[in-house]
């Protein structure tokens, strides 16, 4: 095999990567279509930073689209996970760690009662969507349009026309009669969601919708909006399941449900419960979750489900963020003062900007109306995105590779970094042209 250490560039890498994969990549965001230049190819993540086979260094707002909230290779993290690994990698059988996890994992979800650990966001999504079917014996899902849950065939689904009775896929390869089992509603718009209810809520299995909608864009909505959605659906005998992959112990240890105080009746995890290694997982109340195999008849398995390594990851980077008093307070400050420094370094340059955040995560919008919605983001901040984008990698900053995604902060960017950043910023502005359509 030739030696990774032969590539000296990230443009021959990406070239070399093209010819045997498409876009050169294992998730498409990470071919950079949405931005400009090459991707940079990571040999290394310490902290807040990444470093690429160019021997570049980066700060990182991308901290892996979110597991990674104590920062890459974290001490603690690292050395429990070196001292699984060689104990060997998986077992197929279960292990005490699982219920370690779970526990913790339940302590801080009240309304969970049970958990099934899988390997992906995707997965438990998936799995949590069957298990509703499998328990209402319904077939419709309900989602919001903008939510991302994955790639399961049900959920990449757009709303058709009229009144979002019937979904269309939004990928090639999903069948139109999947598709329109899903229904699609415009987010915070509960006009809409009563109506569907009101003329379909006998046909739903399930309504889902992300925690805080983070994935086209970031529109946290009203509490009393999700307190509706949760009570309406449970109302036509459906099942409310909340999509906690982001903010599952991103948003504090309870979640986006201790958030707008909902009690829902599957919530799905990934990301931070991994602590960046592959996981997923779905939970929820005792009276759902005996319907999944081997108590029920919701069939659902994996060879490496509940894996050691993953499984551990989550335990350490769980326990550390416990141990650490106001972990969450502290990194959710520190993100707010942040965004409140970048805006007035856009607002210096005359420069468009309309920022969100909420906890450790925020989204930066290059326009001057702030968006209500996905709909709402204009062509014109998306370009000029890309071009501040590529000035920012010139400078070190590793931003999300596409408008639409969040930036993610960690416990390891300290001041010092943060403040670091906002001078590579401005002179990430000061080398960038503004072409306005
Ligand atoms: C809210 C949400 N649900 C599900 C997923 C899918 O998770 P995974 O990428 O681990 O399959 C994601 C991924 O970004 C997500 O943000």
Redo the contacts with the bound molecule.
Sequence with gaps: MREIQAIQANDTAIRRAEKIMPGGVS?PVRAFRGVKGNPAFIVKGEGAHIYDIEGKTYIDYVMS??PLILGHAHPSVTLRLVKQILKGTSYGAPTLHEIELAEHIIEAHPATDWIRFVN??????MSAIRLARGVTGRDRIVKFDG?????ADSLLVKAGSGLATFGIASSAGVPERVARDTSVLPLGDLDAFKQLMDERGEEIAAVII??IP??MGLFPQERQFMKELERITRKVGALFIL?E??TGFRVGEGGASQYYELSPDLV?F??VIGGGL?I?AYGGKKEYMEHVAPLGSVYQAGTLSGNPLAIIGGIATLETIKEEPNFYTKLQKRTGRFVGQIEEVFQKYSLPIQTKSIASLFWLVLQPNSAKNPAEIRKSAVKRYANLHFELMKEGIYAPPSAYEVWFLSIAHSDEILELTLRKLERAIENYSVREE
Excluded: L
């Excluded at 992906?120 to 999504?125: C, K, L, M």
């Design positions: 998730s689209f979110g992906s966001g995707t997965e438990a999504v939510c991302y849950h994955g790639h992300e925690g983070a994935n999509d992959v982001i799905t990934g990301k592959p997923g």
